[in-house]
């Protein structure tokens, strides 16, 4: 009987520890905006919806934001970016899109304002890998750098044809 309950309690551990494996552990993202200053703040790939809310809202203040307020936030994976108007201090962000044109569209669509007034300031790539940024090996470092090096000729792209 004992062998019996050690071989369950092995196959629930290792069931547990299989489902770890495979959970999305970091894919947190947020933005935050000040409607009174236009300033904002984003983070991506943090542990949590909570955590990143807090460092979106950190970062609305350090550029310049007075009383900073949670746009959208996320825990899933995918694409996400800013589109802000100049002329009327609003934007508009998108997270976790599957593809980046689609999640800089839609935030540039849905910017308030003059499209002529319109920019892309901001992508990113939430991939939710099970590590934190600050934990990241070389190659998931290099693989992120590639997807935003990629969405920097992208909004590149879009600047000249918005």
């Known amino acids: 009987m004992t062998e019996r309950k050690n071989t369950m309690k092995k196959l629930i551990l290792s069931g547990f520890f299989i ?11 947020a933005v935050a905006y000040c409607k009174e200053t236009g300033c904002y703040g984003w983070a991506e790939n943090y542990t949590t919806v909570e955590q990143a809310i807090t460092i979106a809202k950190e970062y609305c ?4 934001g007075r009383s900073p307020e949670i746009f959208l936030s996320s825990s899933g994976t995918g694409y996400g970016a800013i589109a802000y108007n100049s002329g009327t201090w ?3 962000a998108s997270v976790a899109y599957e593809d980046l044109l689609e999640a800089c569209m839609v935030s540039h669509q849905n910017c308030p304002g003059a499209d002529t007034d ?3 300031v901001a992508v990113w790539y939430d991939y939710g ?5 600050g934990q990241w090996d070389q190659e998931e470092r290099e693989w992120v750098k590639e997807l935003n090096d990629e969405a920097d000729i992208l909004e590149s792209v879009l600047d000249a044809c918005l």
């Open 19 to 29: 489902a770890m494996l495979f959970q999305q552990g970091y894919a947190a993202s």
């Open 90 to 92: 609003q934007m508009h």
């Open 61 to 64: 203040r350090k550029s310049g």
């Open 129 to 133: 890998g099970g590590s934190s940024p």
């Open 118 to 120: 319109k920019k892309i």
